[in-house]
Antibody, heavy 123, light 113 residues
Framework: QVQLVQSGAEVKKPGASVKVSCKAS????????IHWVRQAPGQGLEWMGR????????NYARKFQGRVTMSRDTSISTAYMELSRLNSDDTAVYYC????????????????WGQGTLVSVSS | DIVMTQSPDSLAVSLGERATINCKSS????????????LAWYQQRPGQPPNLLIY???TRESGVPDRFSGSGSGTDFTLTISSLQAEDVAVYYC?????????FGPGTRVDIK
């Protein structure tokens, strides 16, 4: 069965960086985009970007460009999201999610989600 | 960027009654070449990740109860829960995946009256 397992909670100081991992299993990792979505406490869902695990190509939301780096290690079926220059507004649960269609078929919804990783930014 | 709006912000419905949530996109998310609307609905219960309910505006995800249905095209969409159950208490989000960034609506909270 498809599973996405994320790394554990992080506490960071303002100005620091955080790197969250998302280990995929139960399907062909290279065949499906991985999306990253975050949710601040009590707030809605915010799409951050996506990575094509096959090519490594990325699309980032304009808001995060210059601060976010999405990467992958295909040998261990793991995607990563690194966010730099953290501030208190970055306190949120960060989710990875798999696209529901193969990359070759185009853009798609997200069908499987990780459990979420809480990143807290505080001095 | 495509802006997604939802109405109402919240609603309370009696058990067994119908709940209707509306979602509007700032531009069409209908792709004429394949006749598909690039619109999904998710349910999020407290402390849980989102759960896919509906995709392509009206296709129910496997395992989702048939009391959930999606309709609409172009810029206006609706999620209907035909007979509200206690386990349906959650926040519901629409999302467009027509073009990046794949924006979400602000969410609609559904409670029991």
């Amino acid at each position: 069965q498809v599973q996405l397992v994320q790394s554990g909670a992080e506490v960071k100081k303002p100005g620091a960086s955080v790197k969250v991992s998302c280990k995929a299993s139960g399907y062909s990792f290279n065949g499906y985009y991985i999306h990253w979505v975050r949710q601040a406490p009590g707030q809605g869902l915010e799409w951050m970007g996506r990575i094509n695990p096959n090519s490594g190509g990325t699309n980032y939301a304009r808001k995060f460009q210059g601060r976010v780096t999405m990467s992958r290690d295909t040998s261990i079926s793991t995607a990563y999201m690194e966010l730099s220059r953290l501030n208190s507004d970055d306190t949120a649960v960060y989710y990875c999610a798999r696209a529901g269609c193969r990359i070759v078929t185009g853009t798609c919804y997200s069908d499987y989600w990780g459990q979420g990783t809480l990143v807290s930014v505080s001095s | 960027d495509i802006v997604m709006t939802q109405s109402p912000d919240s609603l309370a419905v009696s058990l067994g009654e119908r709940a209707t949530i509306n979602c509007k996109s700032s531009q069409s998310v209908f792709y004429s070449s394949n006749n598909k609307n690039y619109l999904a609905w998710y349910q999020q219960r407290p402390g849980q990740p989102p759960n896919l309910l509906i995709y392509w505006a009206s296709t129910r995800e496997s395992g989702v109860p048939d009391r959930f249905s999606g309709s609409g095209s172009g810029t206006d969409f609706t999620l209907t829960i035909s007979s509200l159950q206690a386990e349906d208490v959650a926040v519901y989000y629409c999302q467009q995946y027509y073009s990046t960034p794949f924006t979400f609506g602000p969410g609609t909270r559904v409670d029991i009256k």
